[in-house]
């Protein structure tokens, strides 16, 4: 079935006049849009589309940050059986033209001047297969001679009639190119069915009650997996989903659209737990007592609901004054009515999910690629283990391979890679089994906990072996660190390069008096740098030896998606900071 038409067509019929989706306005406003409304501007788009030479298998790019035209311009590509290639908005004028000529893609819908600057540049080269620009916004300057169209325009003739292209079990959806550590992208081919399959896990494996009342936030790009799966299952299951177009406005947003269901990265979850216990210990010894046994109150009380163990009539009173008095003002950071957060992307550690717990908000900590149409395992609503990846969604096969790598069978496993069978055959077993290339095992209940990229194991000169991510995690949920990469391969000893958290450290010179005068030489600054030392050992108390960080170097500034040091969803790159700031690592040694 076509993974549009299942979306749309039964929410039409059943709540016509529902809110589908929702976005802001040129002036500050959110506005929904009905499924009617929603449905009719996906077809008009659709028609268009197909009126301007787009035929069924032909690959169309997004090229822009995440609206309400994004959602709908994929929709429509969907509805008459295109692909739809996304491009990651902070994509350079370079790595988008790779994207477009290796998909092939003819037509392409960018939300920025930055954006329709590139693809000009692009089309004009004729070294791709584009032949049209659509702008979703009618703020960017165009040039209208190189077939240029703002989607108002491009759709406004356009007939709302249409009929949805019929496809197969394994007609192709979407091509997503991965960010990847390493190397050029690959295209990852998922077919309509994956999306399909993977919600229909999804709602058996949680068994929502009342799921059309539900509110997303959109914030993560929708170019990557997590994002768009997510936003494409609230869609299916009826819910309302309303489109942030710059991230930055978060804490607003969360405010304004009161959302209760949001899909994150751990970062996002660190810089909150962080920041509420920072506040809690800047206040009078009487609130942090009161903050101290409120937590101990949340986190008993959310032991028994995790084992669905009755919750004793004593234990519900203290929980409600504890709400009352420091849950309720946190959870109204948040908009208030947040319970549900999907969590994925990289490893979280069990104290930020034991904390979001603890004030009744489940974080669902999940874990898949890409390559498997995102979810592979998730918390359960209960009987979930803190410090795990939770347990296979239906359909999922699972297994541990030689190195403790996981293999992966059944629901979301992609088609191969776009154009290269020779590297769709290295990530295949004999057998058909998908090799992650994360190192994991299982417990005694069958829950999944992630050891560490396989690739990213470092063996120490003493022959020890370090797991990065676990260690970089700890690190990174505290305040004052806001990136870490760690160096241990062939080396005595583990040292690390650390990004601090910028803001936090401005309010600690603020405390101290410490005139600032760049961040070259405040990072520099004894003080500082025993202010670290002092932090790391903290954190480190319960790291075997070997594994501790020693020696570090504070960095001036963050490691950029632009610079190539991080990807678009935030992992370091780091083979690329190794070899940008070797002579940085050498003099740690």
């Avoid at 991965?178 to 295209?187: A, D, L, Q, Y």
């Avoid at 990289?346 to 489940?362: G, K, M, N, R, Y």
Wanted: net charge neutral; glycine share 6%.
């Amino acid at each position: 079935m076509n993974l549009a038409e299942a979306i749309i067509r039964k929410n039409v019929e059943k709540h016509p006049l529902k809110s589908a989706i929702g976005f802001k306005k040129k002036d500050g406003k959110w506005k929904e849009l009905s499924w009617n409304k929603f449905s009719e501007i996906i077809f008009k788009t659709a028609n268009a589309l197909k009126e301007s030479g787009i035929s069924e298998n032909d690959k169309v790019a997004i090229y822009a940050d995440n609206s309400a035209e994004w959602m709908i311009f994929d929709l429509a590509i969907l509805s008459i059986g295109a692909i739809t290639v996304p491009i990651y908005s902070t994509n350079n004028t370079e790595q988008a033209e790779f994207i477009l000529k290796d998909s092939g893609a003819k037509s392409v819908l960018v939300g920025s001047q930055a954006q329709y600057d590139s693809c000009l540049e692009i089309l004009k080269k004729e070294s791709t297969d584009l032949k049209s620009i659509i702008i979703s916004k009618k703020a960017v300057w165009i040039k209208k001679e190189f077939s240029s169209f703002y989607l108002e325009d491009f759709i406004a003739k356009s007939s709302a009639e249409f009929q949805f292209s019929e496809k197969k079990e394994d007609d192709t959806a979407t091509i997503i190119y991965t960010s990847g550590t390493t190397g050029n992208p690959k295209g990852v081919m998922l077919p309509h069915t994956n999306f399909i399959k993977i919600c229909d896990a999804h709602f058996e494996f949680f068994k929502f009650k009342n799921f059309e009342d539900e509110v997303s936030l959109a914030f993560l790009p929708l170019t990557h997996v997590f994002e768009r799966s997510w936003s494409l299952l609230c869609l299916y299951g009826g819910a309302r989903v309303y489109f942030l177009e710059d991230s930055k406005d978060i804490a607003k947003a969360l405010v304004e659209v009161k959302p209760t269901m949001m899909c994150v990265v751990p970062r996002f979850l660190q810089k909150v737990y962080a920041g509420v216990l920072e506040k809690a210990e800047e206040g009078s010894s009487l609130k942090k007592k009161i903050f101290n046994w409120a937590l101990e109150t949340g986190k008993e009380t959310a032991e028994f609901k995790r084992t669905e163990k009755s919750i004793p009539f004593g234990l519900k009173a203290k929980e409600t004054v504890a709400d009352l008095l420091v849950f309720s003002k946190i959870k109204e950071k948040l908009g208030g009515r947040l319970w549900f957060i999907p969590c994925g992307g990289a490893s979280l550690s069990p104290e930020v999910t034991q904390f979001f717990e603890s004030v009744d908000i489940h974080v669902t900590v999940g874990y898949g690629l890409t390559e498997t149409t995102a979810t592979l395992t998730a918390f359960p609503l209960t009987n979930f283990e803190h410090g795990s990846c939770g347990k296979p969604l239906p359909g999922v096969e699972l297994r541990i391979g030689n190195h403790d790598e996981i293999q992966a069978k059944g629901n979301g496993i992609m088609k191969g890679y776009y154009n290269r069978p020779e590297e769709t055959e290295k990530v295949f077993t004999q057998d058909g089994w998908f090799k992650t290339g994360d190192a994991g095992k299982f417990d005694e209940n069958g829950n999944l906990f992630i050891t560490d990229r396989i690739k990213d194991l470092m063996k120490t000169s003493n022959g020890k072996y370090i797991a990065p991510q676990m260690i970089e995690n700890l690190l990174t949920n505290n305040n004052y660190i806001s990136q870490i990469t760690l160096i241990a391969e062939g080396r005595q000893f583990v040292s690390a390069l650390i990004v601090p958290n910028f803001e936090f450290l401005k309010d600690y010179l603020s405390k101290k008096n410490i005139p600032f005068t760049s961040w070259e030489d405040i990072v520099k600054k004894k003080e500082i740098i025993d202010f670290y030392k002092e932090k790391i050992n903290e954190l480190q108390h319960q790291v075997s030896d070997f594994e501790k960080v020693k020696k570090f170097t504070l960095m001036p500034s963050e490691f950029e998606i632009s610079s190539g040091e991080i990807t678009p969803t935030l992992k370091v790159k780091r083979n690329v900071v190794m070899k940008k700031y070797a002579d940085l690592i050498e003099e740690m040694y």
